[in-house]
T-cell receptor, first 113, second 117 residues
Framework: ETGVTQTPRHLVMGMTNKKSLKCEQH?????MYWYKQSAKKPLELMFV???????ENNSVPSRFSPECPNSSHLFLHLHTLQPEDSALYLC????????????FGSGTRLTVV | AQKVTQAQTEISVVEKEDVTLDCVYE???????LFWYKQPPSGELVFLIR??????QNEISGRYSWNFQKSTSSFNFTITASQVVDSAVYFC??????????????FGGGTRVLVKP
């Protein structure tokens, strides 16, 4: 596989559920990102990992918990979400300085009921 | 703080018409990078172009062209002879150049382009 792969593509979860989003890249990149795309807001950066260390946490509520076990994988653990957390969650990867742009996955469409 | 503004939320054109997407940015950095991405209905953002702040040459790639005007802090994107497959949301983005680790793109709100046959 090449590129950035996100699973699942669609997820419906209740407010008391715990679920995880997965992102995998096979591009040899060493920086990975989570973005949130809501219907009425610009793309919002959530987390940045570089060389498997979190370098940015953009004031994201603690009900979102990222994990980067290695440079190829990134997870977003979800628990006790709110309906307003329903959005498209996009993962991206880049070289460490990102100067060639990001490569994005197709996203996970999350609906919280 | 960095900011990217795409004033046009939606543009509708008929096939073969040209369409220009506006992008205005704000940054205190003297060196920075500008990007355009395309988001088709499938969801993933597709990288189109990167331009650095010290290269103001305009660029053409097939039916796509970009006009970078540092004096007005604008980086506009034109699709010539639009096609139905160009229908998508287009995002302009800005990043700082000096980063220690990882990089953060600041995105504009996006412009939805609808090309009708």
């Amino acid at each position: 596989e090449t590129g950035v792969t996100q699973t699942p593509r669609h997820l419906v979860m209740g407010m008391t559920n715990k679920k995880s989003l997965k992102c995998e890249q096979h591009l040899g990149h060493n920086a990975m990102y989570w973005y949130k795309q809501s219907a009425k807001k610009p793309l919002e950066l959530m987390f940045v990992y570089s060389l498997e260390e979190r370098v940015e946490n953009n004031s994201v509520p603690s009900r979102f918990s990222p994990e980067c076990p290695n440079s190829s994988h990134l997870f977003l653990h979800l628990h006790t979400l709110q309906p307003e957390d329903s959005a498209l969650y996009l993962c991206a990867s880049s070289t460490r300085q990102g100067l060639d742009g990001y490569t994005f996955g197709s996203g996970t469409r999350l609906t919280v009921v | 703080a960095q900011k990217v503004t795409q004033a046009q939320t939606e543009i509708s054109v008929v096939e073969k018409e040209d369409v220009t997407l506006d992008c205005v940015y704000e940054t205190r950095d003297t060196t920075y990078y500008l990007f355009w991405y395309k988001q088709p209905p499938s969801g993933e953002l597709v990288f189109l172009i990167r331009r650095n702040s010290f290269d103001e040459q305009n660029e053409i790639s097939g039916r796509y062209s970009w006009n970078f005007q540092k004096s007005t802090s604008s980086f506009n994107f034109t699709i010539t002879a639009s096609q139905v497959v160009d229908s998508a949301v287009y995002f302009c983005a800005l990043s700082e150049a000096q980063v220690a680790a990882g990089n953060k793109l600041t995105f504009g709100g996006g412009t939805r382009v609808l090309v009708k046959p």
